[in-house]
């Protein structure tokens, strides 16, 4: 069964219009490559108080997420977008994993 999730990311105060710009013009390679690999249904909020973004998705029961970080494409804007986000020492963006409590279906 498909399985939806979330997680929060850190965005650089004074980087929201960069960001969203950087998203509305996102890489039609980068999309396919998601989707290629279980993806769908993916959305980013921003909590303007706290320039925290939350992010949830859908992935397939066949998903292949574990493995899109050593992809080019997924390496490529990962590098493009370090300069507006948080990201740890080995280049990826800082992500916390968060758990769902409650759903009303």
Same mark, same amino acid.
């Given at each position: ?48 108080? &706290? ?12 998903? &292949? ?5 050593? &992809? ?34």
């Amino acid at each position: 069964m498909p399985e939806r999730i979330a997680f929060r990311m850190n965005l650089h105060p004074g980087q929201v219009a960069e960001y969203k710009k950087r998203h509305d013009e996102i890489w039609p390679e980068l999309s396919k490559a998601l989707k290629d690999a279980g993806v769908s249904d993916y959305s980013i909020w921003l909590d303007p108080e &706290t320039n925290h973004l939350f992010a949830t998705l859908v992935r397939s029961d066949d998903h &292949t997420m574990a493995d899109l970080p050593r &992809t080019e494409i997924n390496r490529r804007w990962w590098d493009f977008m370090a300069d507006i986000m948080d990201y740890d020492e080995k280049n990826e963006p800082v992500a916390v994993d968060l758990v769902k409590l409650f759903q009303l279906d």
